[in-house]
């Protein structure tokens, strides 16, 4: 057994709020310590806003969980100072298999586009990445930032107010009552949040089950992502083996709805399985066996009031094309930039609303890519099956058939087109960057560009005049001045000027793009501040 | 003559993907055979080059290698 699952990563302490006489409130509790609410506590006390995660529990999750994390995840990590060690100890591939019945229909390689500082996607065991993220508040409070994790504290019952919530926790020395202006609920699929506050968790409803399994192995098997659709070894389902650190192999085998799950966990129903996919002399270790169960569902409304979900207890997807962890991450770094402005009083309390609509557009878009790919994965009709199967044959001979395969469309940050935050494009220039665009990354030398986009206002030229400051109704600007010539390679030019000689774009602090002309005209900008705080 | 193309040319295949599904959906089996010969009919139709027909029939029967 890994030690990780075994140590106490935040272990109980007790609190001075619980020997305060009268409940402490605090600016915002974060329920969940899994990789969300670590998230949000980061950003949030980066922020320098006053943060308290509470978790049940003490460690890590158990078993590998989320393992594949997208580009956009790695850039807010760097943003959130945790990026790095994720890449250094992630798995990186490029190549793909697709296996059809007992052959190989085709193969893939994913070359990366070059000019970004993060791969496309690393695989990692969210253990790491939630120690990561431990390692990284426990530095913020080494430097005095007002961040706590309490482990072994369990929210009991949720009182909500006008202007704060009221938590009753229990923990190993008895119950305490605390407060806070803003509560986040990061505690997954199942919320004890959701689930205390009566509220809805409906949708389109996809259910089926799979058997998950990390292998450790000192196989040969190359640094590559192999997936089947109907195998010998597991006829009418799919098969995925994809590797992660530590020479260990994530291996998901499609059960279906309606099957035993205490008996299908069993080690001795597993092994056969396993050898049956990686033959019958490969030696392995089972180290983490889960069923999991998947639906497709979102809440009707992401905020209540004073209370935000985000991840899991929000929204489920099913797994194809990694947009569980992923969407969770982008939920926080969407949310905490506003939370910080409405607590200091610098946005109104509607600018919340922004968040709502914002990942609810991307919560939808998740939802169809993954029921689509579950679609293609588990056809629901016998036409469905015809259909798929003509697409798997077509694609062994003919390139053309090749993207219609859908063993999951991988994770991309959600365009917000259409948000009340953004200004009307007024630059004839690339797709990829208009407004609501997450700004993709571009080499600057012997840099990138987008760590000097993070956490602030940015007003972005590109071989345009601007001023260097702007300050509207309390917001600040500050300019970040390039040119063409900063990048040799060219792509500085191809993401953000396209067509244009010259550009200006006003960036979000969470790196969405809220505006852009191709110069700079004040009166426009300012307004484009105050829609883009939800002032307009 | 004008070649049948091989390579990917839809504009989105995701979207035709499950646009395609859609029309199948609630129907029986003949009802879905019977649809998708009229799509072909259709195609064929707007494709209109015999010998990109003929081609395409080559291509699907899998035996042209």
New interface residues.
């Given amino acids: 057994m890994n030690k990780i699952f075994e140590t106490p990563l935040y272990g109980y302490d007790r609190s001075p709020d619980q020997d305060a006489p009268s409940p402490v409130r605090h600016k915002v509790i974060v329920i969940g310590a899994g990789p969300i609410g670590l998230a949000a506590a980061i950003d949030l006390a980066q922020k320098g806003v006053d943060v308290v995660v509470l978790d049940d529990n003490d460690k890590v999750s158990f078993g590998s969980r989320a393992i594949c994390f997208a580009q956009r995840t790695l850039d807010i990590a760097d943003r959130l100072g945790g990026g790095r060690p994720m890449v250094d100890k992630g798995v990186q591939w490029n190549v793909g298999k697709v296996f059809f019945d007992n052959r190989e229909v085709y193969s893939f390689d994913l070359q990366p586009d070059a000019g970004y500082a993060n791969p496309a996607f690393i695989n990692l065991q969210q253990y790491y990445l939630e120690q990561f993220l431990v390692d990284r508040a426990r530095a913020l409070q080494a430097q005095g930032a007002p961040l706590e994790i309490r482990g072994r504290n369990k929210v009991e019952a949720i009182g909500t107010h006008d202007d704060h919530v009221k938590l009753e926790v229990e923990t190993p020395e008895g119950s305490y009552t605390v407060e806070a202006d803003w509560l986040i609920a990061c505690d997954g699929a199942n919320s004890p949040t959701r689930r205390m506050l009566g509220l809805d968790f409906v949708g389109r409803v996809f259910e089926d089950n799979f058997l998950i399994a990390d292998v450790i192995m000192d196989a040969d098997f190359p640094s590559e992502r192999w997936f089947w659709f109907d195998p010998p070894f597991n006829r009418g389902q799919s098969a995925l083996l994809h590797k992660q650190p530590d020479n260990v192999w994530r291996i998901d085998l499609q059960l279906g709805w309606d099957i035993d799950k205490e008996r299908e966990q069993r080690p001795e129903n597993v092994i056969p399985r396993l050898k049956a996919m990686l033959g019958e002399d490969i030696q392995f270790d089972l180290e983490w066996v889960s069923i999991y169960t998947f639906q497709c569902r979102r809440m009707e409304n992401f905020r209540h009031g004073r209370v935000l979900f985000a991840g899991d207890s929000a929204h489920q997807v099913s797994p194809f094309g990694a947009r569980g962890a992923n969407s969770g991450i982008q939920d926080t770094d969407n949310l905490c930039w506003k939370l910080k402005l409405v607590i200091d009083g610098q946005a109104p309390d509607s600018l919340l609303d922004s968040y709502n609509s914002e990942r609810i557009q991307g919560a939808d878009e998740n939802i169809l890519n993954s029921t689509r790919s579950t679609e293609f994965i588990t056809p629901k009709s016998p036409m469905s099956r015809i259909l798929r199967d003509a697409v798997l044959d077509l694609s062994e001979h003919y390139d053309f058939a090749r993207p219609l395969v859908n063993s999951g469309r991988l994770s991309v940050p959600c365009t917000y087109d259409g948000s009340p935050l953004n200004s009307a494009d007024a630059l004839n220039g690339p797709a990829g960057t208009r407004p609501g665009s997450a700004c993709p990354d571009a080499p600057l030398g012997d840099g990138f560009l987008l760590p000097g986009l993070a956490d602030k206002f940015t007003l972005l030229t590109i071989d345009a005049d601007g001023p260097d400051r702007i300050e509207e109704d309390g917001i600040e600007v500050t300019r970040l001045a390039l040119s063409v010539k900063d990048d040799p390679t060219q792509e500085l030019k191809r993401r953000y000027l396209g067509d244009a000689t010259s550009a200006v774009y006003l960036i979000r602090p969470d790196q969405h793009v809220a505006a852009r002309r191709d110069s700079y005209e004040d009166n426009a900008f300012r307004q484009a501040i105050r829609r883009a705080t939800g002032k307009e | 003559m004008a070649d049948l ?6 504009e989105n ?2 979207d ?3 646009d ?2 859609a029309a ?2 609630g ?1 029986e ?1 003949a009802g ?1 055979d019977a649809l ?1 010969a009229r799509l072909v009919l259709v195609l064929a139709n707007h494709i209109g080059d015999n010998a990109v027909l003929a081609q395409a029939i080559k ?2 029967a ?1 035996t042209g ?1």
Wanted: no cysteine; net charge negative; glycine share 0%.
């Fill in positions: 193309i091989l390579s990917p040319n839809l295949a995701d035709f993907y499950a395609l599904l199948h959906d129907l089996k879905s998708n291509a699907a899998l290698e």
